[in-house]
């Protein structure tokens, strides 16, 4: 027998965005029976570097001013708000793996990590054992039911559609999940916050770095793996054409930011890219051309490969997304013995090691794995 909206228990993540306070309005006016929690997963009157030795107080990090807004919501809406401390799971579960693939040249997407290990799995514990039915968050992704199986949909939204920072969950976590904005305009959501006169109505979009928000990158990044300078090197010619702040902080097909415009030896004075980084030598390398062949690709392995439903099986087709905004793009999956792996039909650039390869048909998201090594014509691409 089912139950009446009014005896199940949401509890609802609230950040202190626009977002999650449009998520817990809605549910509640649904008749949820709802409680909102804010996540502690960052310590930032004490930030800990990776060997456990105290830094100094980080005032960057805007988790009081979030918790003041969150407790702004909640106390419009009448809702109870749980503060609850996941700092020791973020940071052995996220944050040491996103040192760990910066400091081995690769470009980790830590909110992947953050949805797997910490909203939807230390958070959904949390939940169930305060007597939640479900959580519920404010992204943007839709939950149906199809032939019988509960699958995720990219939301109504395409412009904001999260499903791919949400590729690494399980049936079982998404079972217990509802994304009540999945259906919702993100300029509905803004309309919806202003009309309820909710604190983070004209609050902008976070887009730092999962729960230790916005900041200046590079600054950051130097706490915990210490950088030198180095040169940047023409990977076609052999010339050193400049200097680098530390190979760990650029991104591979990364153009803007290199300082490297207007070589006298390149009259043609074409845009550079970032086309390999080796960390071992503090070498940068670089090509002027966007279609140079060191920045392309027809193949890539895969590592923590993870369906939602059943996996596919080997050699089918589905459309995969490389990078967040980016376009679906077709690829053939397969496995053998050595492992997973996608081909594409023609080369794509600038595909990065660490990120995330989402899987998807049409508008349902298969699941997605993150790139190991990129290959094009047999060879390594490094």
């Known amino acids: 027998m089912k139950k009446d909206k009014a005896h199940i228990k949401v509890m609802v993540g609230l950040s202190g965005g626009v977002d999650s306070a449009v998520a817990l309005a809605l549910l509640k006016a649904e008749g949820y029976n709802v409680e909102a929690a804010f996540m502690r997963n960052w310590d930032a009157l004490l930030n800990n570097d990776i060997s456990g030795n105290p830094t100094l107080y980080d005032p960057t990090c805007p988790q009081e001013v979030d918790y003041n807004d969150a407790k702004a919501v909640a106390d419009a809406l009448g809702?109870?708000?749980?503060?609850?401390?996941?700092?020791?799971?973020?940071?052995?579960?996220?944050?040491?793996?996103?040192?760990?693939?910066?400091?081995?040249?690769?470009?980790?997407?830590?909110?992947?990590?953050?949805?797997k290990y910490i909203k939807f799995d230390a958070f959904l514990a949390w939940a169930l054992n305060m007597g939640a039915d479900y959580i519920a968050t404010g992204h943007y992704a839709k939950l149906e039911t199809v032939n019988g199986a509960l699958v995720m949909k990219k939301s109504a939204d395409k412009d904001k559609d999260q499903t791919y920072f949400l590729s690494q969950l399980s049936n079982a976590?998404?079972?217990?999940?509802?994304?009540?904005?999945?259906d919702i305009p993100k300029t509905k959501v803004?309309?919806?916050?202003?009309?309820?006169?909710?604190?983070?109505?004209?609050?902008?979009?976070?887009?730092?770095?999962?729960?230790i928000g916005e900041r200046h990158f590079r600054n950051f990044l130097k706490n915990y793996i210490p950088a030198q300078n180095g040169v940047i090197v023409?990977?076609?010619?052999?010339?050193?054409?400049?200097?680098h702040t530390g190979v760990y902080y650029y991104t591979l097909g990364q153009r803007r930011g290199l300082g490297i415009g207007g070589l006298k030896d390149y009259p043609e004075n074409k845009r550079w890219y970032v086309c390999k980084k080796d960390v071992v030598n503090n070498i940068l390398y670089v090509a002027n051309d966007d279609e140079d062949e060191h920045l392309k690709s027809d193949k890539i392995t895969l590592s923590?490969?993870?369906?939602?439903?059943?996996?596919?099986?080997s050699g089918s087709d589905m459309n995969v997304k490389l990078?967040?905004?980016?376009?679906?793009?077709p690829a053939k999956y397969y496995k053998d013995e050595k492992g997973a792996y996608l081909l594409f039909p023609q080369p794509y650039l600038a595909v990065t090691p660490g990120q995330a390869a989402v899987f998807y048909h049409k508008d349902i998201c298969?699941?997605?794995?993150?790139?190991?090594?990129?290959?094009?014509?047999?060879?390594?691409?490094?």
Do not use: M
């Open 79 to 115: 809702v109870k708000l749980h503060r609850v401390d996941f700092v020791k799971e973020y940071w052995d579960y996220v944050f040491s793996y996103f040192l760990k693939e910066y400091e081995v040249g690769r470009t980790p997407n830590p909110d992947i990590f953050c949805n």
């Open 173 to 182: 976590q998404l079972a217990r999940t509802l994304f009540p904005l999945g």
């Open 190 to 211: 803004r309309e919806l916050a202003l009309k309820l006169n909710l604190t983070p109505a004209q609050k902008k979009d976070s887009t730092g770095i999962c729960f």
């Open 234 to 243: 023409d990977i076609n010619t052999g010339k050193e054409i400049g200097t």
């Open 304 to 313: 923590d490969v993870n369906f939602i439903n059943e996996e596919l099986p």
């Open 323 to 329: 990078r967040y905004r980016q376009k679906d793009l």
């Open 366 to 382: 298969l699941g997605g794995a993150i790139i190991s090594d990129v290959f094009y014509q047999g060879k390594k691409v490094d």
